[in-house]
């Protein structure tokens, strides 16, 4: 089992939608957690970081940690076609200074 | 955030050569640097820890002979692929933490496709 799963996709959304995009893991002492996006051919770009359970919200993206049931999730609202790219939920203990990734959604916002 | 910035973003050499790739830190110091290697459609595979002023610490599987990894200062790592060959193609990409690189979040570089002929 991995520590981090993360369904691969791919998903496809209309324009405008509801995005939900989740993650889940077994390590108990994982604290800091991050959503990356990336472009084809690009490095991740950081979305989203929070610490420990609750929620964050940050224009059109909410990230919520669910700490009891090892479940992390981004929200994208008013989906856009730029929005387009693979999302990588990450994921450290604390004073870890290693990140262990979920495998990545592929994520196609269509017009 | 943060402004990770890597060279170059593309090369292409061929087999036997050696390549570096570079990685800075523009407006934060990073004690820690992070090498990851990328294979179409999957997600990041950790090579090696970069620690300034020490000794690299390279992942099981990853050939420090090979993947030469050199932290000169807080603000610059340095990958060198030697003796390249077709199967080192392949994207590369580093991240930096902050200075205590625990605790804090991790920013990227902009990737480098590596081809190897």
């Known amino acids: 089992q991995k520590e981090v799963e993360q369904d691969p996709g791919p998903l496809s959304v209309p324009e405008g939608a509801i995005v939900s995009l989740n993650c889940t893991y077994s390590?108990?002492?994982?604290?800091?957690f991050m959503w990356y996006r990336q472009y084809s051919r690009k490095g991740p770009e950081l979305l989203m970081y929070?610490?420990?359970?609750g929620n964050k919200e940050d224009g059109r993206f909410t990230a919520q940690v669910d700490k009891s049931s090892k479940y992390i999730s981004l929200f994208i609202r008013d989906s856009q076609p730029s929005d387009s790219a693979t999302y990588l939920c990450a994921m450290s203990e604390q004073g870890a200074q290693k990140l262990v990734f979920g495998q990545g959604t592929r994520l196609t916002i269509n017009p | 955030g943060a402004v990770v910035s890597q060279h170059p973003s593309r090369v292409i050499c061929k087999s036997g050569t050696s390549v570096k790739i570079e990685c800075r830190s523009l407006?934060?110091?990073?004690?820690?640097m992070f090498w990851y290697r990328q294979f179409p459609k999957q997600s990041l595979m950790l090579m090696a820890t970069?620690?300034?002023?020490?000794?690299?610490?390279?992942e099981q599987g990853v050939e420090k002979d090979k993947f030469l990894i050199n932290h000169a200062s807080l603000t610059l790592s340095t990958l060198t692929v030697t003796s390249a060959h077709p199967e080192d193609s392949s994207f590369y990409i580093c991240?930096?933490?902050?200075?205590?690189?625990?605790?804090?979040?991790?920013?990227f570089g902009q990737g480098t496709r590596l081809t190897v002929v």
């Open positions: 929070t610490y420990s359970s």
């Open positions: 970069s620690n300034e002023g020490s000794k690299a610490t390279y």
């Open positions: 407006d934060f110091q990073a004690t820690t």
């Open positions: 991240s930096a933490r902050g200075v205590s690189a625990a605790d804090t979040e991790a920013f």
């Open positions: 390590n108990s002492a994982f604290q800091y």
